[in-house]
């Protein structure tokens, strides 16, 4: 049985700064399903993931997935020095409507440092909090730029096995990174082929616009 | 949007979020003027109206490239414009966060200086309530100066000279509503035109500061 995607897009371009960076992009991404996105530096695996999130327009074609099922981490985690871990958490939790946040700080393994400050944690630990925030956001697609950036041996297994549950229960993952999610199952996805050769988008005037 | 509310309020009052600092720094500037005037009591009291609305114009100016520049520096605000919060509610919530950290603070302690300043009686009700109905409008403006700059590196500077003209039409009319109270003239005109732009600034302007992230954000 076909089922439906939970996030397909179309002849799609990705401009950075006005410059189309890459172009002819079509794949699709169903419920379960992980596709790790590969290239090398620059080659516009950011500018992708925050055009899919909707923060920067698509220079061409189209994106389709269904409304607010999309849930974006970056590189920066966002998360307020002076706030503690669990103040941090119940912001995002209740932005998103969730009910609580127990089950995040479980799985990321953030229990014990929920009434510590932010500000205060280690690199990996503020990824882990980071990390933390998708599980409260409730969203089936999970759109992850480098998350395994500064975890250890032990994070990146509970990153895996955080990943692993959602997919099971029907999510899906699209992510951008240099190492190994630890997903037996997921789906590679070379960005090389699609490198526009730099052209401006369009007409002069609209990289300014 | 409560949630964002309460968030930036805590992070307001919590260590080096600078609850606090525009009302230190309206009194300083007040009594400043108060020591390099003298003691002449007839002359504070002419530009007592003009002082302190200007104290509170700058006082509030201070605090506003910390409104967005944080969220922007953490990484924040790309999650924010992600999450089911509109880009609209935040600026007015935003907006709304500051106004309670500084412009409402300021209302309440300027009376205090009104007497400092030899400001006659019956135009300290009017002062705070002129602060009270026109520095809403400067934290309004000033969320849409600090969207406008928000990916500026030391935006703080442009900032202030983007909002500082767009202050002057609530500066005239609060200062004029205090002053006429002070000489013993009506001083409903002005108070009514001051609350107009109030009014206007927190309805319209959100809608601009959302445009001017959305651009930051791309």
């Not at chain 1, 229990?111 to 998708?134: E, M, N």
């Not at chain 1, 041996?153 to 699209?174: D, N, T």
């Not at chain 2, 935040?90 to 205090?112: E, I, M, Q, R």
């Not at chain 2, 001083?187 to 319209?204: E, K, M």
Request: hydrophobic share 55%.
């Amino acid at each position: 049985m076909m089922t439906a995607p939970a996030l397909s897009v179309a002849a799609l371009a990705v401009a950075r700064g006005g410059i189309v960076v890459l172009h002819g992009l079509d794949f699709a991404l169903s419920p379960g399903e992980a596709l790790v996105l590969h290239g090398p530096n620059g080659i516009g695996k950011t500018s992708l993931l925050r055009t899919l999130a909707g923060l920067a327009p698509p220079a061409a074609g189209r994106i389709d997935a269904a409304p607010d099922s999309l849930a974006y981490a970056g590189h920066l985690d966002g998360m307020k020095g002076t706030l503690t871990v669990a103040e941090n958490l119940r912001f995002w939790a209740r932005a998103y409507g969730a009910a609580g946040i127990d089950g995040a700080l479980a799985a990321m393994d953030l229990r014990p440092l929920a009434d510590r400050p932010a500000g205060g944690l280690s690199a990996g630990q503020k990824r882990r909090l980071g990390l933390a925030r998708l599980l409260v956001t409730g969203r089936p697609v999970w759109l992850l730029d480098e998350p395994t950036v500064s975890l250890d041996a032990a994070s990146l297994a509970l990153l895996a096995a955080v990943l692993g549950a959602h997919l099971r229960q029907g999510g899906s993952v699209l992510a951008a990174s240099h190492a190994d999610l630890g997903l037996a199952g997921a789906r590679a996805f070379d960005l090389a082929p699609f490198r526009a050769g730099g052209a401006a988008a369009g007409r002069f005037g609209e990289a300014f616009a | 949007m409560m949630a964002l509310l309460l968030r930036d309020l805590r992070l307001a009052v919590r260590a080096g979020g600078g609850f606090g600092l525009a009302l230190a720094f309206f009194l300083a500037l007040v009594t400043l003027v108060a020591f390099g005037t003298g003691p002449e009591g007839g002359l504070l009291a002419r530009i007592a109206p003009g002082i302190l609305w200007v104290g509170a114009l700058l006082a509030s100016l201070l605090s506003l490239d910390r409104i967005f520049a944080l969220d922007w520096e953490d990484g924040a605000l790309d999650l924010i414009a992600t999450s089911p919060l509109p880009l609209e509610g935040v600026a007015a919530v935003k907006a709304l966060a500051h106004w309670l950290t500084t412009g409402l603070p300021l209302s309440l302690a300027a009376p205090l200086l009104g007497v400092l300043l030899h400001l006659p009686g019956p135009a300290q009700g009017w002062l705070a309530l002129s602060l009270l109905a026109g520095t809403p409008a400067l934290s309004a403006i000033g969320t849409f100066g600090a969207a406008l700059t928000v990916g500026v590196r030391r935006g703080g500077l442009l900032l202030s000279l983007l909002v500082l003209p767009l202050y002057v039409p609530s500066l005239v009319f609060g200062a004029d509503c205090v002053r006429r109270a002070a000489e013993g003239m009506a001083p409903v005109t002005p108070f009514l035109l001051l609350a107009g732009i109030t009014l206007g600034a927190a309805a319209l302007l959100p809608f601009a500061s959302a445009a001017a992230l959305r651009a930051a954000l791309r």
